[in-house]
């Protein structure tokens, strides 16, 4: 079975400072990875996403994530962290389905994210 | 609208009754997801449908738990005899086809539940 650990519950960083939030996954083989953003009171919304080819991906908003299959790891960085980046991140795996049917999501128990002034 | 809608945003209801939850995903999505998301945790997969076909069900947490898509768009999440432990937010996400699991899934902003 698939599994996600987010090993920091809370960061806190200062405005302008870099980030990177750390995911290790669980799964037999290439799994599909995702970082989802969430605002209180809101749903997830979708950073960026990794499938194949090229292992940093880009996303939106100046986040990306590098995919290492040797740490089984997909960390979340910014360069520069802006006030409203403060929420929770999630990161989540899909696993490949072979039959032409969707993928649930196997979702970290997300970082809550500071950022100060 | 462009986005999944669920509705209500938020639902009290006391121990015993039942609720229903409502989604409509966004226009053409074949895939349609329910996740249960606790305080302070991730969300967890309840339930999925591609078209009105509930192909995948093994998140329910009891028999209380009941969803149908019946003409493949708008979708609805039962829960009978709420309890307690039912409260929590209740996601529901879609995506526009079913390859091989690789489209990404766009989530509603939830239906917040809580039982007294």
């Known amino acids: 079975a698939q599994s996600v650990t987010q090993p920091d519950i809370h960061i806190t960083v200062s405005e302008g400072a870099s980030l990177e939030l750390r995911c290790n996954y669980s799964?037999?083989?290439?799994?599909?990875l995702f970082w989802y953003v969430q605002s209180p009171g809101q749903g997830l919304q979708l950073l960026l996403k990794?499938?194949?080819?090229?292992?940093l991906v880009q996303g939106i908003k100046g986040f990306e994530a590098e995919f290492k299959r040797s740490q089984s790891s997909f960390n979340l960085r910014k360069p520069s962290v802006h006030w409203s980046d403060a929420a929770e991140y999630f990161c989540?795996?899909?696993?490949?389905?072979?039959?032409?049917?969707?993928?649930?999501?196997?979702f970290g128990t997300g970082t809550r994210l500071q950022v100060t002034l | 609208g462009a986005g999944v809608s669920q509705s209500p945003r938020y639902k009290v209801a006391k121990r015993g009754q039942d609720v229903a939850l409502r989604c409509d995903p966004i226009?053409?999505?074949?895939?349609l997801f329910w996740y249960q998301q606790a305080l302070g945790q991730g969300p967890e997969f309840l339930t999925y449908?591609?078209?009105?076909?509930?192909?995948?069900k093994s998140g329910l947490p009891s028999d209380r738990f009941f969803a149908e898509r019946p003409e493949g768009s708008v979708s609805t999440l039962k829960i009978q005899r709420t309890q307690q432990e039912d409260s929590a937010v209740y996601l529901c996400?879609?995506?526009?086809?079913?390859?091989?699991?690789?489209?990404?899934?766009?989530f509603g902003d939830g239906t917040r539940l809580s039982i007294l």
């Open positions: 996400a879609s995506s526009s086809r079913p390859d091989r699991g690789n489209q990404p899934q766009h």
């Open positions: 449908f591609q078209n009105e076909a509930q192909l995948d």
């Open positions: 226009s053409g999505h074949v895939s």
């Open positions: 990794y499938f194949s080819g090229d292992t």
């Open positions: 799964y037999g083989a290439t799994p599909y």
């Open positions: 989540a795996v899909g696993a490949i389905q072979m039959t032409g049917t969707a993928s649930k999501l196997t």
